[in-house]
Nanobody
Framework: QVQLVESGGGLVQAGGSLRLSCAAS????????MGWFRQAPGKEREFVAA????????KYGNSVKGRFAISRDNAKNTVYLQMNSLKPEDTAVYYC????????????????WGQGTQVTVSS
């Protein structure tokens, strides 16, 4: 069992940066792949980034490549999402998720979800 709590969301101007954190409880954190998704009002949940249990494999959604970076610290049971060059279209609730298997880019591949943190980018 893994419980996830996101933090770091907020309001930022276009072009700015934010770093999201996701703190995980449970002894299995270092063995699970982690991902970030986002959901804007009226839209489906969208894949943002994912990282393997070791940190050796990362994947990104096309809309965030080159601007966002995912990382993890297994000693702290925490995964991060550094978001740079933010755009108004990045506005959404951002969710952290954990997958028992390998790195996945689809919602259905994840077994545990956090409650989400709001990110709002003003123009």
């Amino acid at each position: 069992q893994v419980q996830l709590v996101e933090s770091g969301g907020g309001l930022v101007q276009a072009g700015g940066s934010l770093r999201l954190s996701c703190a995980a409880s449970g002894r299995t954190f270092s063995t699970v792949a982690m991902g970030w998704f986002r959901q804007a009002p009226g839209k489906e949940r969208e894949f943002v980034a994912a990282i393997s249990w070791s940190g050796g494999i990362t994947k990104y959604g096309n809309s965030v490549k080159g601007r966002f970076a995912i990382s993890r610290d297994n000693a702290k049971n925490t995964v991060y999402l550094q978001m740079n060059s933010l755009k108004p279209e990045d506005t959404a609730v951002y969710y952290c998720a954990a997958a028992k298997g390998s790195v996945r880019v689809d919602v259905i591949g994840y077994d545990y979800w956090g409650q989400g943190t709001q990110v709002t980018v003003s123009s």
